[in-house]
């Protein structure tokens, strides 16, 4: 990338380092304000959410700001990111803690204070495709020429990962020393371990879609590819196919990235077979009320491990995708299921039903070290309670 593309960006960068500079020169940091950060949705969700209100019951008395603006591509849209990441530079500067769950651009063109926590709540679980220094040279990664203007990941005080075997993948993704990787396990999981929780959800389920009501649900969740913010309907499955071979007794709940922004068209024919229910699910309710998951490369196979429920892996570009981006593993020798490159094969596996849970419960042990919901409480604790003593 030729620096003179990097223009835009690095009028941002000197711009937030200018409001840095100001707010350190005039404001000191606020004992016990913590930022809650992102830039992946417009309201507080996942890791962020469970986090915040554990924290925010055992101490009312912090001061909590939230931040979070779904990255927009209009000129109206680009606008406003600039103006959320100003304000995010001055709160920056302020906060005893800033909490993000992934890329936050503000945090690496700065020298944070030295009263300031910088906390990373990575929104994948364990280690699946590569992501952030691990993806230089990729089609998907930084360039080493954005790199030498933008240190992306740095700065951070401390990173949650479920398990200290992904240790070693943060560490080079984030060029961080390990001790400072802490395996707590996810907040956001804590719900997979609430049987109370569940039974509400579903309860709720059946009273917003009462068409849903003992069929049985597969879930469809394929991952953000990188390369656009729209979906490649190539890559879609035959959903017309699906319904031919699963028939009625059989739903489907389609739940794409959130930096996916033009979601799907239903057909007519198919308005009752496919659901979208993002508007008034979580992603970890929308985890519990399905009966089988179908993704690509998506890390929601680490929460929905949890659960011990079959998943099938819909993959029919691998080649493409390795070559975009890759993965920490041998993919083929990795995922804890069938791997399917059309929907005839995937849809006769869903209906025979003979599925083996035995890989999904090793794939799970291996990638969390705790399976006890009380994630939430391992972090306020190792971040907030350990600093204060």
């Known amino acids: 990338m030729k620096t003179w ?9 000197g711009l937030i380092r200018t409001v840095f500079f100001l707010c350190n020169l005039f404001l000191p940091v606020q004992k016990n304000k913590v930022v809650f950060a992102s830039t992946r949705t417009n309201d507080i969700e996942g890791n962020l959410l ?3 209100e554990d ?37 920056l500067s302020t906060a005893s803690y800033f909490i993000v769950d992934d890329y936050y651009f503000p945090i690496y063109v700065v020298k944070p204070r030295r009263k300031t926590e910088i906390i990373q709540v ?14 230089v040279g990729k089609k998907f990664g930084s360039s080493e020429e954005y790199l030498k203007h933008v240190q ?36 956001r999981t804590d719900f997979l371990f609430d049987n109370k929780k569940h039974f509400v959800t579903k309860k709720r389920l059946y009273e917003k879609y009462p068409q849903l ?47 996916v922004h033009d979601g799907l068209e239903i057909k007519e024919s198919l308005k009752d077979f496919i659901f979208n229910i993002d508007q008034d699910f ?21 929460d929905y491990s949890l659960l011990e429920r079959p998943i099938a892996f819909y993959a029919p570009d691998l080649e493409a995708y390795i070559d975009e981006r890759d993965f920490y593993y041998d993919y083929e020798a990795f995922v804890p299921g069938p791997i399917f490159k059309n929907t005839i094969e995937l849809a006769n596996w869903i209906k025979q039903e003979q599925f083996n849970l035995e890989p999904i419960t090793e794939f799970r042990n291996y990638f969390f070290d705790h399976l006890d919901g009380q994630a939430s409480k391992r972090v306020i604790k190792a971040i907030f309670e350990e600093n204060d003593s």
């Open 5 to 13: 593309k990097l223009l835009p960006t690095l009028c941002i960068k």
């Open 50 to 52: 469970y986090i915040y």
């Open 55 to 91: 924290l925010k019951y055992q101490h009312p008395e912090y001061k909590y700001v939230l931040l979070f603006q779904q990255k927009q591509h209009s000129i109206k849209g680009k606008i406003n990111t600039i103006t959320q990441m100003l304000l995010a530079t001055y709160h």
């Open 122 to 135: 990575w929104h994948g679980a364990g280690a699946f495709k590569k992501f952030g220094h691990s993806t």
């Open 152 to 187: 992306v990941h740095s700065n951070y005080s401390k990173v949650i990962v479920s398990t200290e075997e992904v240790i070693p993948f943060f560490a080079e993704a984030f060029q961080m020393l390990p001790e400072n990787i802490l395996p707590l396990g996810l907040p």
């Open 213 to 259: 009501k003992g069929r049985k649900i597969v879930l469809f969740a394929p991952t953000y590819r990188g390369s656009g913010h729209i979906l490649k309907e190539e890559l879609n499955l035959d959903f017309e196919q699906l319904k031919m071979i699963l028939g009625p007794e059989y739903a489907v709940i389609v739940k794409y990235h959130p930096y």
């Open 282 to 302: 979580a992603t970890e309710e929308i985890l519990v009320v399905s009966d089988i998951l179908v993704t690509d490369y998506s890390s929601i196979i680490f």
